[in-house]
């Protein structure tokens, strides 16, 4: 199953050696996507991009599934925000590349990070992790 297309897709930002840009879905998500590399140079900007990019009521996808790299203080920020994000009671997930689910261990052993393969996959989680129960 595939989630509905995108309903806006905001100019992307440059920052250092990364590329940032957002998707808001018609339904109930919004993603934010980043391509290249994230380190200490670019993480406050990427940390604003997301916390611009939360809305009342929608899930967050946070789409690292092309990034090359990610530095040990943007994976800790990453932590940190995505605590945040829980404690605000917003639905969050990680989509992860293979650089990021490196980093990830270190700054994330517990595993608390919910992650997937794909922005449909982390959707889909989300979704069925608050769709209520009929009884």
């Given at each position: 199953m595939t989630v509905n297309p995108p309903a806006e897709r905001a100019d992307p930002i440059e920052?250092?050696?990364a590329r940032?840009?957002?998707?808001?879905?018609?339904?109930d998500a919004v993603t934010v996507s980043a391509?290249?590399?994230?380190d200490a140079a670019n993480v406050v900007a990427f940390e604003?991009?997301?916390r611009r990019a939360e809305r009342p009521?929608?899930?967050?996808?946070i789409d690292l599934g092309e990034l090359k790299f990610l530095g040990v203080q943007a994976g800790s920020a990453l932590a940190a925000l995505y605590d945040d994000l829980e404690l605000r009671h917003t639905e969050c997930g990680v989509v992860t590349s293979a650089a990021v689910w490196r980093?990830?261990?270190?700054?994330?052993?517990?595993?608390?990070?919910?992650?997937?393969?794909?922005v449909d996959a982390a959707l889909q989680v989300l979704r069925r992790e608050t769709t209520p129960v009929a009884s």
């Open positions: 920052c250092r050696t940032l840009f957002t998707r808001t879905y018609e339904t391509t290249g590399e994230i604003q991009c997301i009521n929608k899930r967050l996808v980093t990830l261990r270190l700054c994330d052993p517990a595993g608390v990070i919910r992650t997937a393969g794909s």
